[in-house]
């Protein structure tokens, strides 16, 4: 499944920004869907899941309370509403698509396709 990210932008510390990405497969539902995330010279770290019918997300503890995910099978999106952004949030988000197990949503290594990444960047 090829996965297209879209929304980035430079925004000021406590504004919101809307990710979304698009897959291309129409059995996209048969994936868990998630946003990763990676800074200059740093690792690319969990953001946030979503199971394959919507019913159960994850998020890493950074994020908790600020940003939800969802996602809209009936269009192949899913979205990553990101609100009270901070500095420190600024990366490149990256979208993926897994056929995982629910215990290795929040690993890098358990989805096979990926988005090319949108830059977000927050200033203080």
């Known amino acids: 499944v090829q996965l297209q990210a879209s929304g980035g932008g430079l925004v000021q510390a406590g504004a919101s920004l809307r990710l979304s990405c698009v897959a291309s497969?129409?059995?996209?539902?048969?994936?868990?869907m998630g946003w990763f995330r990676q800074a200059p010279g740093k690792e690319r770290d969990f953001v946030a899941a979503i199971s394959r019918n919507g019913g159960s997300t994850w998020y890493a503890d950074s994020v908790k309370g600020r940003f939800t995910i969802s996602r809209d099978n009936a269009k192949n999106t899913v979205i990553l509403q990101m609100n009270s952004l901070k500095p420190e949030d600024t990366a490149v988000y990256f979208c993926?698509?897994?056929?995982?197990?629910?215990?290795?949503?929040?690993?890098?290594?358990?989805?096979?396709?990926w988005g090319q990444g949108t830059q977000v960047t927050v200033s203080s």
């Open positions: 497969e129409r059995t996209y539902n048969k994936y868990v």
């Open positions: 993926a698509a897994g056929t995982t197990i629910v215990s290795q949503v929040r690993y890098p290594s358990a989805y096979q396709n």
